[in-house]
């Protein structure tokens, strides 16, 4: 599979963003989770790669989202992106996830990795915007990877994510390749699409489309129409983990989960401090799915650093998930996160009720699953994930 995927960059992607990707990418990378062990040791808080949500505005309104039902748009300033990528850069985290909303809406969104050439930016998009001007304007840039939301082939995606969206976005998808530009597919993985999007057939048609690495995510039942439907059950998480080391072996693509370590164990990002969501009012939150914060990236006279490191809300949020699950607290225990969301009294910004969405939530199962952990059995997925912890983005 190495020797593939090898061969498969040397023959698709410019040289020029290959090497980009691998210094700005990989390298740099490597050294903002050496940095961030360094400031664990230290009790510091401050994570290694940024999360920016620049825009709650959308052209798309899929079933599951947390986005949709803002009454207003929202988004963050140019100088307040380019705030928090300065902290960032100050800390040693130069990777910076832009998402939304759909981030390709923010004007000037490609004017941000422009401003900072010594970062390198994945921006979550659905696709549909990927029209020949913005394609040629990531290629010049180079600091760039496009992550596309499909959530399955063509009927199961436009069924959650609206007709004819699985058309465009491979239409984006097709003038990447054609520009050769790494980019990657994000699929959020469902009751309903499991056995489908875990498939040789789909991954294979990903790669044929000129994919270099597929991003999954387990979905999480929130929003105005959560869809619980949708979650995925216990036994199905344990065919999610298993294919998935199935697949990796298989196919010459890099296959990403955002749920376990290197040893199988559950991981939760937030509760390690490994990457939190700055909202669109600049709000610091947790995770994408759990808009709720005590502290804003203007706090302190914008000292990014400080205002994440004394954060009582954040670090409280660390122990108590630690005390209940490795996994996602969402699922398993919503009736405890509002209780813990109140006693901080937290500033809800989904623009919804978001409190009582989760109010009204039952237990669920998620990928904490003890005593049936399958560690990593690919000595290179072993080594992305102690060095990179590459399973870091939005949450589809």
């Known amino acids: 599979m190495l020797a593939r995927l090898a061969l498969r960059l040397v023959k698709e992607i410019s040289p020029r963003l290959a090497a980009k990707a691998a210094y700005l990418w990989a390298w740099k990378g490597m050294k903002a989770v050496r940095a961030y062990r360094r400031r664990v040791r230290r009790g510091e808080l401050f994570p290694p790669f940024l999360f920016l949500a620049l825009t709650n505005a959308c052209n798309l309104r899929c079933r599951g989202c947390w986005i949709t039902g803002a009454s207003d748009t929202r988004q963050l300033s140019p100088e307040e992106v380019d705030g928090v990528i300065t902290a960032g850069k100050a800390q040693s985290a130069w990777f910076t996830t832009l998402l939304g909303g759909e981030p390709m809406m923010y004007p000037g969104v490609l004017d941000i990795p422009r401003r900072h050439p010594d970062c390198y ?120 983990r298993r294919r998935l080391l199935e697949l990796r072996r298989r196919h010459p693509i890099i296959l990403i ?11 939760c990002p937030a509760a390690l401090g490994l990457g939190f969501h700055i909202g669109p009012q600049g709000s610091i939150e947790p995770c994408p799915p759990l808009s709720f914060a005590c502290q804003t ?24 998930v630690h005390e209940r699950t490795r996994g996602c607290i969402i699922l398993e225990h919503p009736e405890a996160l509002v209780a813990f969301l109140k006693k901080h009294s937290v500033t809800d910004y989904s623009g919804r009720d978001a409190l009582s969405e989760i109010a009204s939530s039952q237990p669920r199962a998620s990928h904490h699953l003890p005593g049936e952990e399958r560690p990593e059995d690919y000595w290179v997925y072993r080594f992305l994930k102690r060095q990179l912890f590459f399973g870091m983005g939005g949450y589809g």
Request: glycine share 8%; hydrophobic share 40%.
């Open 121 to 240: 930016f994945q921006i979550i998009t659905n696709g549909l915007l990927l029209n020949d001007t913005s394609v040629d304007e990531i290629r010049a840039l180079g600091n760039v990877t496009p992550l596309i939301s499909l959530d399955g082939q063509e009927a199961t995606n436009d069924a959650r994510r609206g007709q004819g969206v699985f058309a465009a976005a491979t239409e984006g998808m097709a003038r990447l390749k054609q520009r050769k530009i790494l980019f990657g597919v994000a699929t959020t993985v469902t009751a309903a699409n499991l056995d489908e999007v875990l498939s040789d057939r789909y991954v294979q048609d990903f790669i044929d489309r000129g994919a270099m690495y597929l991003w999954y995510y387990v979905f999480r039942p929130v929003g105005v129409d959560p869809s619980p439907e949708l979650c995925v059950r216990r036994d199905q998480m344990l065919t999610v």
């Open 257 to 267: 989960d955002t749920y376990w370590d290197a040893a199988g164990q559950a991981v």
């Open 297 to 320: 990236i203007r706090d302190h006279d914008g000292d990014l650093f400080r205002t994440i490191n004394e954060s009582r809300f954040l670090r409280d949020f660390q122990t108590f």
